[in-house]
Structure formats: C-alpha cells, structure tokens
C-alpha cells in the first residue's frame, strides 16, 4: 500500500475522493519513517515520533500510521511543513577513538563524545555499537541502517578483536577457559580466539577476539579468570583493521573495505537462513516441536544497542 501522489489526485479530478492510503501496488513503496530517516534528519525511532506526532505529512496529508509506505520518486513528503533533503550517499567511517570519549553522537552529561571527532564527515552518521568511555581503537560510523543493525546482530556472530593489557600472567588453563567460554551473570560467553603478544614484569599483553557482543563483555570475561584489564584497544572489527590510523581522527572506508562489510553480512545472513531451513527440514522428519521461546524484535534490537566492549 501507498500514499497518493498530487498527480494521482490531480488525475482523479476528485481530490477528496481519494483516502490517504490508497489501495495500489507500488514495488518501490518503503515505510515512511525509512524515508525519513535515510535523508539523515533523524533516526528511525524519532522519525516515528514525528510521524505519531502529526509533524510528517504525505502529498499535503497529515499520516500518523507507523505502517504507512510511500514511494520517494512520486510522493511529497514534508516534515514540520519542509520538504525532505535528498538522500545523502552511503557513508562509512573509521574512527579511533580515544578514551574519554562517550560512543555516542552526544551525550546528557556533557562529556565529549565521538561527535566532537567528526568535524567536515558531511552527512549524519551514527556508530555502530560502542565503544566503553575508557576503552580506544576502532569504531565505524555509518548512516546506514539496515547495514548497521545486521553487522550487530547477534545470530551474525561478526568478530571483533581486541588488544589488552590485564593484571598478572595468565596460565594456558585460564587461556583455555576464555577461549571455550566464561559464565557470566547473564549466561555463558561463546567462543573466543586468545593470543599471547606480550609480557611485562607483572602484567600480561594479549589479543581477544569474540564473537558476540554484550555489555562491558571482554572486561567480565577477564574478571571471571581474576585477571582485570588495564587497558583495552579494539584493532579489528569484521573485515576491517585499525592499522595506522592516528588517534582521535578518522577517515571514510575504501570502496573495497566498504563492500567487504556488505559481503559479510550477505554472507551471513544466507548462512542463517539455511541453516533456518535446515532446522525446520529436522524437526519435519523427526516430528520434533518448534523452539519453545523465540526473542521479539524489540528484544533483538535492545541486545544491539547494548553492544560494547
């Protein structure tokens, strides 16, 4: 379903006739607050909050249904009575950030934030899952969404590497519990990769790389082996590497790093589906009952935001 447009109306003759969703196909329709938020003038949340307030109208009509599909080539979509800006390019953003930094693109307490690194990106970009106020190394910013939220998703299992400086020397036994997993408050950690790259006199060097990504995760796993860490830095996230790029400043992704995240996570989600496909195949030929509990979206989306390190 989709909105109108003037020259639908115009074609009518009847203006008033005509109902704000109109029953025709569009292949090109995309939910209303998508169009608002892909022009950067504000997230997906807020552009719904602005729809449920009757600030959005769509061909002269205010539209406050969420669902609502409009095609940007043919409707007149207007905010607070101002056309939308065209849509801005696909943006993707390496940042190092330093520590003292909130991973945000601002922040109630007044602390800096990663915003204030940002000067001359151009277009609104927001981070992709965060970084702690004392953790450094890399963050990618993007203002693509649906990109965004499928490389934190956490049945996509993307890694994330790190380079940590923790309390004391860890035994191959404590080495070997870290990469099977931890248990933690709110459950088991999943796989991980631990590699020994340095040693002071009382401290340890090494690189963690996971695959999840819960709250303050890597600072729990090495807490539940007695082992605090002292300094963290995140050198790696999927395909792309922190390498040489100075502290506090930033630089825009190549087009074959940035294709390199679009392949990944094609990849993945493909994976996910046959494996999907191969599960419900088993529980067919054996007659076994589908999962008990399956998480909501919103569950899903609140596990995204809490990714950090």
């Known amino acids: 379903m989709g909105i109108p447009s003037e020259r639908d ?52 009509q205010i539209v406050r249904e ?17 056309h ?41 970009v927001f981070p992709v899952g965060r970084l702690d106020f004392d953790c450094e190394g890399l963050m990618l910013l993007t203002n693509h969404g649906e990109l965004a939220q499928a490389l934190l998703h956490p049945r996509h299992h993307v890694p994330k ?5 923790v309390k004391g020397v860890l035994s191959e036994e404590e080495i070997a519990s870290l ?8 459950g088991p950690t999943g796989r991980a990769i631990v590699k020994k790259v340095g040693k002071a006199e009382k401290n340890s060097w090494l690189e963690l790389t996971i695959f999840e990504g819960r709250k303050h995760q890597v600072k729990r796993m090495f807490e539940a082996v007695r082992h605090p860490v002292l300094k963290l830095t995140r050198i790696r996230f999927g395909p792309l590497a922190l390498g040489a790029l100075p502290m506090g400043r ?16 094609r990849s993945r989600t493909t994976g996910n589906r046959r ?8 529980r067919r030929k054996t007659g076994a009952a589908p999962p008990a509990h ?16």
């Open 275 to 282: 494996e999907a496909m191969g599960d419900r195949d088993d």
């Open 250 to 265: 930033y630089r825009f992704l190549t087009d074959r790093e940035a294709n390199a995240l679009r392949d990944l996570v």
């Open 66 to 82: 969420l669902g609502t599909r409009v095609d940007p080539g043919r409707d007149h979509v207007k905010v607070d009575g101002r």
């Open 84 to 124: 939308l800006k065209p849509v801005p390019p696909e943006t993707f953003v390496m940042l190092n950030k330093p520590e003292g930094y909130v991973s945000s693109m601002s922040d109630p307490e007044g602390r800096p934030t990663v915003a204030d690194l940002l000067g001359g990106v151009g277009p609104r």
């Open 179 to 186: 990469e099977r997993g931890v248990v933690l408050d709110d």
């Open 161 to 165: 590497t790190y380079r940590l400086k």
């Open 294 to 309: 399956r998480p909501s979206p919103t569950a899903s989306r609140r596990r995204v935001r809490r990714t950090a390190c």
């Open 9 to 60: 109306r115009e074609a009518k003759g009847n203006p008033s006739s005509l109902s704000p969703i109109a029953h025709r196909p569009l292949p090109a329709a995309i939910r209303l607050q998508k169009v608002i938020a892909d022009t950067g003038l504000a997230s997906r949340r807020k552009a719904e909050m602005l729809i449920a307030g009757g600030r959005v109208t769509v061909n002269g």
